[in-house]
């Protein structure tokens, strides 16, 4: 999809693979991504691929609009790294991002008291990149925030978690709240999306939480989110996103 759902439907939630090199970019493709996420998972929650390396991806996702059109190839986000809350810090790490041409910008935005700063620093460039803002289940995330990136110009909210090592989104946040978040950010014109090692068996519950698109890294690795994209546990995860619900399913 070149563009992310906007509205409530009935469809399943997107497919947001994140990879780490070129590769696995093809590979993503090639198994269906909804959305292509560039993220280097050994540099943290968020971590930042290169603006070289960014580059080259935007030059790939070019040539995939010429061969396929722009219609059937997925969309493209990246991650502008585990960044401190300063203001001005985070504005730097998104326009590096933006600069290389990535259409969407994923910004980590960690527990602090300076989050509303940072949103509003960050406003000026969401007429140049789609911008989504990351909030963390694992860090007591306020959902006031959601309305505040509405109107900030952000495109849409996601929350993964922060700490890998310290439980999934499931375990961290139930499905009701989860869907007062999406309620929330729809109320503010916000697309949606939810990851934090998610399994397979995390989906059909997942499923009805109504987000646009749900985010993988580790369940479709060899050997967790620092290893390597397993083209096979990706057509899982793909295959599942896509079946009929069914809540008894491990
Ligand atoms: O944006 C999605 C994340 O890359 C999810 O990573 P994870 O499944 O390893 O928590």
Same mark, same amino acid.
């Given at each position: 999809?070149?563009?992310? *759902?906007?509205?409530?439907?009935?469809? $399943?939630?997107?497919?947001?693979?994140?990879?780490?090199?070129?590769?696995?970019?093809?590979?993503?493709?090639?198994?269906?991504?909804?959305?292509?996420?560039?993220?280097?998972?050994?540099?943290?929650?968020? =971590? @930042?691929?290169?603006?070289?390396?960014? +580059?080259?991806?935007?030059?790939?996702?070019?040539?995939?609009?010429?061969?396929?059109?722009?219609?059937? %190839? $997925?969309?493209?986000? @990246?991650?502008?790294?585990?960044?401190?809350?300063? $203001?001005?810090?985070?504005?730097?790490?998104?326009?590096?991002?933006?600069?290389? =041409?990535?259409?969407?910008?994923?910004?980590?935005?960690?527990?602090?008291?300076? +989050?509303?700063?940072?949103?509003?620093?960050?406003?000026?460039?969401?007429?140049? @990149? *789609?911008?989504?803002?990351?909030?963390?289940?694992?860090?007591?995330?306020?959902?006031?925030?959601?309305?505040?990136? =509405?109107?900030?110009?952000?495109?849409?909210?996601?929350?993964?978690? &922060?700490?890998?090592? &310290? =439980?999934?989104?499931?375990?961290?946040?139930?499905?009701?709240?989860?869907?007062?978040?999406?309620?929330?950010?729809?109320?503010?014109?916000?697309?949606?999306?939810?990851?934090?090692?998610?399994?397979?068996?995390?989906?059909?519950?997942? +499923?009805?939480?109504?987000?646009? /698109?749900?985010?993988?890294?580790?369940?479709?690795?060899?050997?967790?989110?620092?290893?390597?994209?397993? $083209?096979?546990?990706?057509?899982?995860? /793909?295959? %599942?996103?896509?079946?009929? +619900?069914?809540?008894?399913?491990?």
């Amino acid at each position: 999809m070149s563009q992310l *759902r906007d509205t409530a439907s009935s469809l $399943p939630p997107g497919l947001l693979a994140s990879v780490a090199d070129l590769r696995e970019m093809e590979l993503a493709r090639a198994g269906g991504a909804d959305i292509i996420d560039l993220k280097q998972p050994a540099f943290g929650a968020l =971590g @930042a691929w290169s603006p070289e390396a960014l +580059t080259a991806a935007v030059m790939l996702w070019n040539a995939w609009g010429e061969q396929l059109g722009e219609a059937a %190839r $997925p969309a493209l986000s @990246a991650t502008a790294g585990d960044q401190p809350m300063v $203001p001005a810090l985070i504005r730097a790490a998104a326009e590096r991002v933006a600069e290389t =041409g990535v259409p969407i910008v994923k910004v980590g935005l960690f527990h602090s008291k300076h +989050t509303n700063e940072c949103i509003e620093a960050l406003a000026p460039l969401a007429s140049r @990149a *789609r911008l989504i803002g990351v909030l963390f289940a694992d860090q007591e995330p306020d959902f006031a925030v959601v309305g505040a990136l =509405g109107r900030a110009g952000f495109a849409g909210v996601m929350i993964d978690t &922060a700490d890998k090592r &310290a =439980g999934s989104l499931t375990e961290h946040l139930d499905p009701l709240t989860l869907g007062q978040f999406v309620a929330e950010a729809r109320r503010h014109g916000l697309i949606t999306g939810l990851a934090g090692s998610l399994r397979l068996g995390d989906i059909p519950s997942l +499923t009805g939480v109504g987000a646009d /698109y749900l985010g993988f890294r580790g369940a479709l690795c060899e050997g967790g989110r620092t290893g390597a994209l397993d $083209p096979m546990r990706l057509g899982q995860v /793909y295959a %599942r996103l896509r079946e009929p +619900t069914d809540h008894s399913r491990p």
